[in-house]
């Protein structure tokens, strides 16, 4: 069956590095695009960047996390990759991966999440000194 599977959370000080990892299995990780979301305590869920499966362009960042978080993938692998630097107590959420429906991102209005079918458990990530 289809499993998403975090991994890599951890508590780091502000300023810090986290790398998360998200392992795929029971499809084929070339055919879809993958998210990342984020949930912090007291928060609604939160789309923080999604990546084409084709061309592995990341084609979405959220801007509060822009020039800090770098999303890549292996198809290979069946692994994709989360790399957080620069981190902010405001980065403190659990982080989920998921599979989108299409191959394909795309900005939609409403709630993202919508168009991803697939979810991991996800990984907390604490952000304090």
């Known amino acids: 069956q289809v499993q998403l599977v975090e991994s890599g959370g951890g508590l780091v000080q502000p300023g ?27 928060k609604e869920r939160e789309e923080i960047s999604c990546i084409d499966s084709t061309n592995g362009r990341t084609s979405f960042y959220r801007d509060s996390v822009k020039n800090r978080f770098t999303f890549s993938r292996d198809n ?48 907390q990530v604490t952000i304090s000194s």
């Open 16 to 42: 810090g590095s986290l790398n998360l990892s998200c392992t795929a299995s029971g499809f084929t990780l070339g055919s879809y695009a993958i998210g990342w979301f984020r949930q912090a305590p007291g």
């Open 76 to 123: 290979v692998k069946n692994m994709m990759y989360l790399q957080m630097s620069s981190l902010r107590s405001e980065d403190t959420a659990v982080y989920y991966c998921a599979r989108r429906q299409h191959s394909f991102c795309a900005v939609v209005t409403g709630d993202p999440g919508r168009m991803y079918d697939y979810w991991g458990h996800g990984t």
